[in-house]
C-alpha cells in the first residue's frame, strides 16, 4: 500500500497549495497521490501493513468517519491508529467506480488538536481532488487502451498486403514489431509496465516526464522512442533522420492508426505585423489583425496537430538528402496569452529598467510550416491518407499515386484525391512564459541588440540551472512599440517543466544567469573573440542569427544595469488585455489602450460599450471604453474634428453627464493630456 508523509501540518497545507496552484509535477503530496493510483490494485478495504508491522484488527482499531460527501455519502476514511502512527484510507461500498484505486494513506505524526484541524483540511483537499485525479486516470487508462486499437489497422492492411506480396520484408518486420508490442501491452511487460506507462503519460508527476508525446516506431524494431511535441515538431518532421543505437533512420511514414483518426487541418492566419496568430473560426474571414495591421491581403495557412512517426533505416544519404537536412525547416514560434500573469519592474543603475511579466499555463503555437529549399522557398508537406506514407517532392507524389494509365507505388492504391498537401504541423504548448521587455539602448541596432541579449540571457539561465539546450525555448516576438520593438519570450519546452523561469523573477536567480551570461561572454578574458564564437553566443541551433550576434552588444547592458532591484507590481491580465485589444475598432483606440499599459493604469472594465436611456431603453452613445461605476473613455480622432459630427458628440456627452456619468475625453493629437486626464479621474 502507498503512503503519503506528512511530518506536520504545515507540510500538508504546503502540499495542497502547490495542487490547488497546478503544480502537479512539483509537489510531494500529488507525486503519492498520483502513485496511489495503479492498475490490478488490491480492493479497498482490505487491512494491509504498508511499513511492516502486524496486521491490525479492522473492526476494532478503525473509526469511520465521512469525508467525502462531495463524491458519495457511501465513500468514507478509515482511521487506523497503530504503534507506527496514524493511517487514513479511503473506503467504501461504492469500490466499482474505484477497483484500481489503493487507498490512500497518510501517515501523520503531531498533536491530537492539530490532527482534528488536520482532518478538515483534508476533507476539503480531497473533495477537491480526488475528482480530479479520478478524471485524470480514466484519460490515462483510456489513451492506453486506444493505443492498443490504434495499432490493428495497420497490422490488418499490413497482413493485407502481405497476402500479395510475401517478399516485402520491411512489411514483415513492421508486422512482427506491432505483434510484440501488442503482446507487450496484454502483458503489462517493457515500456507497458504500468508505473512506467503512467510516468511516461505524466501522470504520475515526475521530473521530465511531458504530459503528452509523439511517439517514434520503427520498422525494424520493437522498440519506440518518445519526444515531447515541441521538439518532436522538427526532430521527427517529414524526412528527417534520427540516429538511434548506432543506425541512422529516416522519418518515413505516420502512423496508419493516426493518420485514419485525425486528418483535421486546422486555418492558420499570422498577422505580418505583429506575429499574432489566429486559429480555426478565428481566422475565418478576419480582415484586420488587433494590431491594426490589414489582413485582408494576407494569405492563410493550414497546418495538421504532429501525428505518432514511424522511420525506416536508412543506409545510405544522397547529396540531394544531405542538402535537405543542412537547409533544416521553416519553424515559427508565437506567443499567445492564455494564463494567469504576474508583472515585475527590474530597476538598475543608469535609469536602467525592464518589465517582467510571469504567466503560467500560457500558450506558446510552434509551426513547422515545411523544409527549407534552395532557391529560399518553402515545400510544404504532403501526406498519403491510404497508407499514412509522407511525400517530399513533386516526383514522390507522382510516383506513389495510381492512375488510369499507370499503378503507383501505394500499396494501398492511392489516387490523388487519398493526398493531403501543402499544410504544416503544429502544437500549441501550455507551459510557463516569461517575458522580458527592455527598452531599446540609444544608437542600438535593435535586432542585432536583442538577438544577442536573449541569447545570452538564455545561455546563463541554462547554466546556472544545469538545464539542457532544448529545455528552454526562446524567441524574439515584434511588440507595437517604438521604444521597445521587440520582446524577448522564454518558455518551457515541456508540459512538466523545470520551475526555472518561475525562479527568474527573484533578484537572486536573474543575478546568477546575468553574472554566468558574463562568464560565458568573455567577460573577464581580455582574449576574448571580436563578436561571437561558439564558445559564447554561437551554436548549431542558431545558426540563422550568427550574422546579428555580437557579444558586446549584451555585455554592454549587463554592464550598465549594474545593482537591481526586481519588485512585484499589480497582476496584470494580459488574456484580458488581448480581449479588450480585439474589441477596439481603430487604431487610435489601440494606442490609447497600449498606454494604459504602459503606464500601469487600471484596465478599462469593458470596451465598445453602449449606454441606453434608462427609461426609453434606446442607445444614447457608445464610448469606447468603460470604467465601474459610471466613466467613459472617448478617443477622439480626426473625424471628430468635423462641424456635424462635434455637434453630434456634444450633444450625446450632455445627455450622458445628466445621467450622472464621469466623461474623458483623449484627443489623439494631444495624448499626453488625455492620459493624465484619466489617470486623475480613476484616481491613481
Known amino acids: 500500500m502507498n503512503k503519503l508523509v506528512f511530518e506536520s501540518l504545515e507540510d500538508f497545507l504546503k502540499c495542497q497549495e502547490n495542487i490547488n496552484e497546478g503544480k502537479f509535477g512539483r509537489a510531494l503530496g500529488a507525486a503519492a497521490l498520483g502513485a496511489a493510483l495503479s492498475f490490478g490494485s488490491p480492493q479497498m478495504g482490505q487491512a494491509q501493513d504498508p511499513i511492516g508491522t502486524e496486521q491490525t484488527n479492522q473492526k476494532s482499531n478503525q473509526g469511520k468517519i465521512n469525508l467525502l460527501k462531495g463524491i458519495d455519502d457511501s465513500n468514507f476514511l478509515a482511521i487506523t491508529k497503530t504503534k507506527h502512527g496514524t493511517f487514513i484510507s479511503l473506503s467504501g461500498k461504492n469500490q466499482a467506480k474505484y477497483t484500481n484505486l489503493y487507498p490512500v494513506i497518510v501517515l501523520f505524526n503531531d498533536t491530537p488538536d492539530k490532527f482534528l484541524h488536520f482532518l478538515n483540511e483534508i476533507e476539503s483537499f480531497l473533495n477537491s481532488n480526488i475528482p480530479l485525479i479520478d478524471e485524470q486516470f480514466t484519460k490515462t487508462t483510456e489513451g492506453n487502451q486506444m493505443m492498443f486499437v490504434e495499432e490493428m489497422p495497420e497490422f490488418d492492411q499490413n497482413n493485407n498486403s502481405l497476402k500479395f506480396n510475401k517478399s516485402d520484408k520491411n512489411l514483415s518486420d513492421r508486422n512482427n514489431t506491432i505483434s510484440k508490442r501488442l503482446e507487450d501491452m496484454r502483458e503489462g511487460e517493457s515500456g507497458w509496465y504500468t508505473y512506467r506507462y503512467l510516468a511516461s503519460q505524466g501522470f504520475l508527476p515526475a521530473y521530465a516526464f511531458p504530459q503528452e508525446s509523439v511517439s517514434l516506431a520503427f520498422y525494424e524494431s520493437e522498440e519506440e522512442i518518445n519526444r515531447d511535441p515541441s521538439i518532436a515538431l522538427s526532430e521527427y518532421a517529414p524526412g528527417n533522420y534520427v540516429y538511434y543505437r548506432g543506425s541512422s533512420y529516416q522519418i518515413d511514414s505516420a502512423r496508419t492508426a493516426a493518420v485514419e483518426q485525425d486528418l483535421t487541418l486546422i486555418k492558420v492566419l499570422i498577422c505580418p505585423s505583429c506575429e499574432r496568430v489566429y486559429l480555426g473560426n478565428d481566422a475565418e474571414g478576419r480582415a484586420m489583425c488587433a494590431c491594426g495591421a490589414d489582413l485582408s491581403l494576407t494569405h492563410p495557412e493550414f497546418a495538421m496537430h504532429i ?163 532544448d529545455e528552454i525555448g526562446y524567441f524574439l ?208
Request: aromatic share 10%; glycine share 6%.
Open 307 to 469: 501525428p505518432n512517426m514511424a522511420a525506416r533505416r536508412s543506409e545510405a544519404i544522397s547529396a540531394e538528402e544531405e542538402e535537405r537536412r543542412r537547409l533544416g525547416y521553416e519553424i515559427s514560434k508565437h506567443y499567445r496569452a492564455g494564463g494567469h500573469s504576474f508583472s515585475f519592474i527590474l530597476s538598475g543603475q543608469h535609469g536602467i529598467r525592464a518589465d517582467l511579466y510571469l504567466e503560467n499555463k500560457a500558450n506558446i503555437f510552434l509551426m513547422n510550416h515545411g523544409a527549407r529549399k534552395l532557391d529560399g522557398n518553402l515545400s510544404p508537406f504532403a501526406l498519403c491518407k491510404r497508407c499514412g506514407k509522407w511525400l517530399r517532392s513533386e516526383k514522390d507524389i507522382e510516383d506513389h499515386i495510381s492512375t488510369l494509365s499507370r499503378k503507383g507505388n501505394c500499396r494501398s492504391n492511392a489516387t490523388h484525391e487519398d493526398l493531403i498537401t501543402d499544410f504544416g504541423l503544429m502544437h500549441e504548448l501550455h507551459c510557463d512564459v516569461l517575458i522580458i521587455e527592455i527598452p531599446l539602448p540609444d544608437r542600438g541596432e535593435s535586432e542585432s541588440f536583442y538577438r544577442s541579449l536573449i541569447t545570452a540571457i538564455h545561455r546563463g539561465l541554462l547554466i546556472a540551472f544545469n538545464l539542457e539546450e
Open 477 to 684: 516576438a515584434k511588440n507595437d512599440s517604438h521604444e521597445t520593438p521587440y520582446r524577448m519570450i522564454f518558455y518551457e519546452n515541456t508540459s512538466g517543466g523545470t520551475g526555472s523561469l518561475a525562479s527568474m523573477v527573484e533578484r537572486s536567480a536573474f543575478k546568477l544567469v546575468l553574472e554566468k551570461a558574463q562568464e560565458i561572454l568573455h567577460a573577464h578574458d581580455e582574449n576574448g573573440c571580436e563578436k561571437a564564437c561558439y564558445q559564447c553566443l554561437l551554436s548549431f541551433y542558431n545558426q540563422r542569427d550568427h550574422a546579428y550576434l555580437d557579444r558586446h552588444l549584451a555585455l554592454d547592458w549587463i554592464d550598465a544595469l549594474g545593482e537591481f532591484e526586481i519588485n512585484s507590481v499589480e497582476s496584470f491580465d494580459q488574456t484580458y488585455y488581448d480581449e479588450l485589444l480585439e474589441k477596439c475598432q481603430w487604431g487610435s483606440e489601440r494606442v490609447v489602450l497600449e498606454r494604459i499599459k504602459q503606464m500601469k493604469l487600471p484596465l478599462p472594465n469593458a470596451a465598445q460599450k453602449t449606454i441606453y436611456d434608462s427609461t426609453a431603453g434606446y442607445p444614447i452613445a457608445t464610448c469606447d471604453f468603460f470604467y465601474e461605476p459610471k466613466m467613459l473613455v472617448f478617443v477622439d480622432g480626426s473625424v471628430h474634428y468635423l462641424d456635424f459630427i462635434q455637434a453630434a458628440d456634444d450633444y450625446k456627452r450632455k445627455r450622458l453627464r445628466e445621467r450622472g456619468y464621469r466623461i474623458v475625453v483623449i484627443n489623439v493629437d494631444n495624448l499626453d493630456a488625455g492620459m493624465e486626464d484619466l489617470k486623475r479621474k480613476i484616481g491613481v
